[in-house]
């Protein structure tokens, strides 16, 4: 079992910048690729996969909405990933979450994942 936890959400202005972080406890975090998926909190919203990132971290894998502007990384001996996010707009606003799972290739999409963090809240303002 592996267990994440977020943290790093808040309320900034457009254009600001914000790094997330998700450490993990449990099982080898190398094991695992990461990712990051978003869920703004309006009916009918499904929760968007945002980045990816293999166990070594050598791979990554962006969407369109957020190449450019974000970044994912990960430090394997602190049990830690990361999503350094650029020029926020208001369409960003979203509870992000961190999951796990153990194809790469696969995980951007909410069915693959293994485990997921309970989210965190990012709002931004106009």
């Known amino acids: 079992q592996v267990q994440l936890v977020e943290t790093g959400g808040g309320l900034v202005q457009a254009g600001d910048s914000l790094r997330l972080s998700c450490a993990a406890s449990?099982?080898?975090?190398?094991?695992?690729?990461m990712a990051w998926f978003r869920q703004a909190q309006a009916p009918g919203k499904e929760r968007d996969f945002v980045a990816r990132i293999s166990g070594s971290g050598g791979m990554t894998y962006y969407a369109d909405s957020v190449k450019g502007r974000f970044t994912i990384s990960r430090e394997n001996a602190k049990n830690t990933v990361y999503l350094q996010m650029n020029s926020l707009k208001p369409e960003d606003t979203a509870v992000y979450y961190c999951?796990?799972?153990?194809?790469?290739?696969?995980?951007?999409?909410?069915?693959?994942?293994?485990?997921w963090g309970q989210g965190t809240q990012v709002t931004v303002s106009s």
């Open positions: 999951a796990g799972g153990s194809n790469y290739y696969s995980l951007r999409l909410p069915s693959h994942v293994d485990y």
């Open positions: 449990g099982r080898t975090f190398s094991n695992y690729a």
